[in-house]
Nanobody
Framework: QVQLVESGGGLVQAGGSTTLSCAAS????????MGWFRQAPGKEREFVSG????????YVIDSVKGRFTISRDNGKNTVYLRMNSLKAEDTAVYYC????????????????????WGQGTQVTVSS
């Protein structure tokens, strides 16, 4: 059974930082491309950042570029999203997801491309 468990969310002041973690089990994490998505109230789920299975390729969307960094530790089956300089508009439920398109290094950016999802973790940025 595949499980993706996010942690690290919570209430953060504007300008502050936090790191989200996503621990994976039940899938070959070392050959899975991973993504972070977020969904704000009343909005569609949007792709935020992705990292390929080898960490060779990473991507973040323009609105978080320079503030968010994705990384992974294949030895710990965990992917991270470091979020700095948080803004009120970053408030959302953040989800990690796994894409089984190995050996591709290409990073999918659509919800439908990802096969497995975590339950999400709320990040609330107070201004």
């Amino acid at each position: 059974q595949v499980q993706l468990v996010e942690s690290g969310g919570g209430l953060v002041q504007a300008g502050g930082s936090t790191t989200l973690s996503c621990a994976a089990s039940g899938l070959p994490f070392g050959t899975s491309n991973m993504g972070w998505f977020r969904q704000a109230p009343g909005k569609e789920r949007e792709f935020v950042s992705g990292i390929d299975w080898s960490s060779r390729n990473t991507y973040v969307i323009d609105s978080v570029k320079g503030r968010f960094t994705i990384s992974r530790d294949n030895g710990k089956n965990t992917v991270y999203l470091r979020m700095n300089s948080l803004k009120a508009e970053d408030t959302a439920v953040y989800y990690c997801a796994a894409d089984r398109s190995f050996p591709s290094h290409a990073l999918a950016r659509t919800v439908n491309a990802y096969e497995y999802w975590g339950q999400g973790t709320q990040v609330t940025v107070s201004s």
